[in-house]
């Protein structure tokens, strides 16, 4: 068989990005545009159809030449069926994903939730390279996880396996989207980290975050570098307990590779040495000896690699 030339969808709330990979990993041609979720699911699967082919002409390949496609949705996927049970961020229910796909493009298609499908990617290519047991997380509005287990994707029973962001911590927390209360991502996601800060400024205590107009996760780590007191308290209460929340699931897990994603990873030793002083606390001590925390390096293009990485494979 020849060259695998695949194609891969990376598709959010906000934006669809669609690419076309080689066997390498190389991205040859990639496009990106807003996803329109409210205009319904039949637009939307038209669009992501019209990509693809963009893309593939774009990179001189005949369509003929297209091996496969791999789609990577946020929501909970009945896998088997290729379906998206549902979507809260696409507002979709029981979409055949891979039906409508095929119909369109007459390409095998594959989808994955769109967490697992990142965490393939920094395992073929990228912070994962050479590792077979990896715990990913991607710091954002939520707490997104994925597993790799032997180099493969581990759904659980119902697809539901690597959602970290779940674990509650505090149940008189707050309200989680989830429906229950004090998940780990009301504490330690992107979006949490600028509510406990915000609190604590309302509360009236001094910061030099007073002066900051719209306050981003970034900024209460940039304050914290330079001391100030309450970015420093918010941030060691974040690390802290997300410290805490990976030392659970390492102690089940035993992985070899922890890979923190999103714009929070980029904070440097101010996110990863606290993190980890809390996660070994707590952590057993041969847990400890087996794994490295590592931040994410594929960025923006971990979902459209992985969901490459995902075509490949299903037709190896």
């Known amino acids: ?31 990106e ?4 979720a409210p205009r319904g699911a039949a637009f939307v699967l038209d669009r992501i159809a019209d990509m693809a082919r963009t893309v593939a002409q774009r990179a001189g390949w005949s369509w003929n030449d297209v091996t496969g496609i791999g789609a990577g949705i946020p929501g909970f996927l009945d896998f088997e069926k290729g379906m998206i049970e549902e979507s809260p961020n696409l507002g979709w229910k029981k979409i055949s994903v891979v039906e409508e796909l095929n119909r369109r493009l007459q390409v095998p298609v594959v989808v994955e939730n769109d967490a697992n499908v990142a965490a393939l990617g920094e395992a073929w ?10 715990l990913a997380i991607t710091i954002g509005t939520g707490i997104g996880g994925g597993l790799i287990i032997d180099g493969m994707i581990y759904h659980g029973a119902n697809g539901m396996g690597g959602e970290i962001g779940h674990i509650v911590i505090d149940p008189q927390g707050d309200r989680c989207n989830c429906g229950n209360r004090g998940c780990l991502e009301t504490i330690t996601s992107a ?3 600028v509510r406990h800060a915000k609190r604590r400024l309302e509360a009236g205590e001094e910061s030099s975050l007073q002066e900051v107009a719209a306050l981003t996760a970034r900024d209460v780590f940039d304050h914290a570098r ?15 307990t997300l410290g805490y929340a990976l030392s659970l699931a390492a102690n089940i ?3 070899e590779l922890i890979v923190i994603g999103g ?3 980029k904070a440097g030793d101010i996110l990863f040495k606290p993190l980890y002083d809390s996660f070994s606390k707590y952590a ?8 490295a925390f590592r931040p994410a390096e594929l960025g923006n293009d971990a979902g459209v690699l992985g969901a490459a990485r995902l075509s490949m494979l299903a037709s190896s």
Do not use: F
Request: aromatic share 0%; with cysteine.
């Open 1 to 31: 068989m020849g060259e695998k030339r695949v194609i891969g969808i990376d598709l959010g709330g906000t934006n669809i990005k669609v690419a076309a990979v080689d066997e390498s990993g190389k991205i040859v041609v990639k496009e």
């Open 33 to 36: 545009r807003p996803t329109e």
């Open 125 to 134: 290519i990228g912070a994962g390279r050479g590792h077979r047991h990896i």
């Open 191 to 193: 979006t949490a980290i």
């Open 226 to 240: 330079q001391g100030d007191a309450v970015a420093c308290s918010v941030v060691g209460h974040m690390t802290e």
């Open 253 to 255: 897990l035993n992985p």
């Open 263 to 265: 714009g929070v990873s």
């Open 284 to 291: 057993l001590a041969r847990v400890c000896d087996a794994v």
